[in-house]
């Protein structure tokens, strides 16, 4: 598949170097582009209602007046936005996907003094994101699209979530749910009119990676980047070379029957094969599409007839120390004569463009039944099962003999007696009404976090007195969250915001101002770090990347990573943990032993259909997985670790995370299910 534009036409704007390459026909739609100063470097979205436009960058929710179009003022800035991706306006509110840590929605009704109301606890990373009426949609990877009642702005509820193969960005009109499937390359349609009956109704094809996705009311506009999609690039015997770099471009449905979309057109854009930052966003107004292509740049596209799409003219913003075309376009708001154009890592931008004025779409009528919270049925003959009173899933679990300390994200930790034939008891929470998303015990010593309130190490007087020894705040003021501990040993704890690198530090020195150690195992969600040290080895793994060797203790700080043996394999297919003394690790289907020194035994296979993918966590003999995008749990008896033997398999409702192990019984913190536990027999 050939490009269907030289890199010589249409025009390339460079604001640093003042070139210009002009298309004889089209010369003067798009001017030369202009930096917002006022807003930080790290622009990632924007969005305008009215004279207002609002656009994140850096760690701030920026509002600016821009009754002047080519000339925004800048009102007010919110701060503590963190990882923040896509933003959108209805009313006086403002909802921010912020990834890791959710969704954030800010009162904007004073630009000027806009307030944080509320931060919601996505099941995954809540990377796009629409809202309609009292509902909210969040894209989120390969878990699917989350939808949120949004009815109370300060007390966000989850509905329900729908898998997909990997929503990047998604786009509501009159009942119908759009969503962009990243490595998939397709389009997921959800007839989304009640949210009781909340489904899919179609898939469509796409000729690249999917991701942004926008509507005019009658034609649907899907930005795609990267490669070609496998099925695609199988179909035309192409190789992954071939299709590397191939699938930039931008297809256009048909959607007046949404059950039945029809394909009308693709335009493709110039190969493009780096595959840093994935930002593909398009936007429609007066018969033109303005389509960001990350690297790639931002191409305008004449989509009057959408059948005979025709790139017109191109936008490049440079990058410091890059020859790329330019930085990571990653937004586009259309303004009355101009583009707001925002930029990774080079800011906001104003693009005079004389032709151009917003497009208001009617979004339709919005979905019905907001409050609706799908049950998560639990079949009592399996599990026990135990949820909070308040709204809020379980993340994590850890045990201390016969006693669970389980984090339910908002509605905190809970302490709870378990019995294989009775079930869970409550015995109380940790007070202060404290956020808490993972837990762990180093020796004695319960190690928390907790959110903006930063890790905890407490001292446990019984089962709930809770005597707190120390705490650290995240870093970057207020912007970052706790998200995750781990104690591989009774005297270190790994410490991680999603955000940043994971951490090491001593729980006798746990604010130091430098770890004793830092790594990343990338832009992931599961816990892929072992369980357990043995000795100092505790090994972590970074899909596609391999094993890395944290230090925990001297060796200058230093990670060593083995890409011996490694296997590339899906982000939530692989994982590691203790087994006796050495490391159990799933990989591509398989299963091999890892020994303290980093050598290794064969990948090892399984008489299973699925293989023995997820995430794995032992007691020695018992082996239990879990995949949280699939909801799917596997326990194995490794009696014999040559011939291991399944002994249960569920599908579960929920989004199990990792578990725990008690007489034999696995314990699942299992997201809006609850936390289950096997029934004794």
């Not at 001017?31 to 760690?59: H, S």
């Not at 509320?118 to 909210?136: K, P, Q």
């Not at 015995?427 to 930063?454: H, M, N, Q, S, W």
Request: one cysteine or more; charged letters at 25%.
């Amino acid at each position: 598949m050939q490009p269907k534009i030289r890199p010589q036409m249409g025009r390339l704007l460079c604001a640093a170097a003042g070139l210009f390459l002009l298309h004889p026909s089209f010369a003067g739609l798009l001017g030369r582009p202009q930096k917002v100063e006022t807003v930080g470097d790290a622009a990632m979205g924007v969005f305008l209602q009215g004279n207002t436009l609002y656009c994140i960058a850096d760690d701030s929710l920026y509002a600016l007046d821009v009754s002047s179009p080519l000339s925004p003022k800048l009102l007010g800035a919110l701060q503590g936005m963190d990882n923040r991706r896509q933003v959108v306006v209805q009313g006086n509110l403002a909802y921010v996907a912020s990834r890791e840590t959710g969704l954030r929605i800010v009162d904007v009704s004073d630009p000027r003094n806009m307030r944080l109301l509320s931060r919601f606890d996505s099941v995954e990373f809540a990377t796009g994101i629409d809202v309609a009426g009292n509902t909210v949609f969040l894209s989120e990877r390969i878990n699917g699209v989350e939808a949120v009642d949004v009815s109370d702005p300060c007390n966000p509820a989850h509905i329900c979530i729908r898998k997909t193969p990997e929503s990047q960005s998604v786009v509501y009109h009159d009942g119908f749910l759009y969503s962009g499937e990243w490595a998939a390359g397709k389009v997921t349609v959800f007839d989304a009119r009640s949210m009781k009956r909340f489904r899919k109704v179609a898939e469509l094809q796409l000729g690249g990676f999917g991701d942004g996705v926008a509507t005019d009311g009658k034609y649907l506009y899907c930005s795609t980047g990267h490669d070609i999609p496998k099925s695609l690039r199988l179909s035309r015997g192409m190789t992954d070379d071939e299709a590397c770099g191939r699938g930039r471009g931008m297809d256009i449905f048909d959607i007046s029957d949404p059950f039945r979309p029809k394909r009308v057109s693709r335009i493709d854009f110039p190969r493009f094969k780096p595959r840093d930052d994935d930002y593909w966003t398009p936007r429609v107004s007066n018969g033109f599409a303005f389509c960001c292509d990350s690297h790639n740049g931002m191409f305008v596209v004449d989509v009057k007839d959408p059948g005979k799409p025709k790139i017109i003219d191109r936008l490049c913003i440079p990058q410091k120390g890059k020859d790329w075309p330019s930085a990571a376009i990653s937004s586009v708001a259309v303004g009355k004569g101009c583009l707001y154009v925002s930029a990774r890592p080079s800011g906001l931008w104003v693009v005079p463009a004389e032709e151009v004025e917003p497009l208001t779409v009617d979004k339709g009528k919005s979905p019905e039944d907001s409050s609706y919270r799908e049950d998560y049925a639990t079949d009592p003959n399996v599990f026990h099962v135990y949820r909070p009173s308040a709204s809020g899933q379980a993340r994590t679990v850890c045990l201390k003999g016969g006693v669970a300390y389980a984090a339910f994200a908002d509605a905190g930790l809970h302490v709870l007696e378990i019995s294989p034939e009775h079930g869970f008891r409550k015995l109380g929470e940790l007070p202060g009404e404290k956020r808490v998303t993972d837990c762990c015990f180093a020796g004695d010593r319960l190690v928390t976090a907790e959110g903006i309130d930063g890790w905890a190490v407490y001292e446990l007087d019984g089962a709930v007195g809770f005597r707190e020894v120390v705490r650290r705040l995240p870093p970057g003021n207020g912007q970052n969250v706790a998200f995750w501990c781990w104690a591989p040993n009774r005297d270190v704890a790994i410490l991680s915001t999603r955000t940043k690198a994971c951490e090491v530090f001593r729980l006798d020195d746990f604010n130091a101002t430098t770890p004793i150690c830092r790594f990343s195992v990338g832009c992931q969600w599961d816990k892929y770090l072992a369980d357990r040290a043995i000795g100092n080895a505790f090994p972590a793994h970074q899909n596609k990347l391999g094993l890395k060797w944290p230090a925990l203790c001297g060796n200058g700080g230093k990670v060593k990573v083995d890409k011996r043996g490694t296997v590339r394999a899906g982000n939530q297919g692989n994982g590691i943990c203790a087994f006796g003394d050495r490391f159990l690790y799933t990989v591509g289907g398989g299963y091999q032993f890892v020994n303290p020194d980093g050598t290794r035994g064969p990948v090892m296979s399984v008489a299973h259909p699925g293989g023995i993918g997820g995430v794995p966590r032992s007691n020695g003999r018992i082996v239990v997985c879990t995949s949280r995008s699939k909801g799917e749990v596997h326990i194995w008896d490794f009696a014999n670790p040559r011939k291991p033997k399944l002994l249960r398999e569920y599908k579960l409702s929920g989004r199990p995370d990792l578990a725990a192990i008690h007489n034999g019984l696995a314990i699942i913190p299992a997201g809006h299910q609850g936390l289950l536990m096997e029934r004794g027999k």
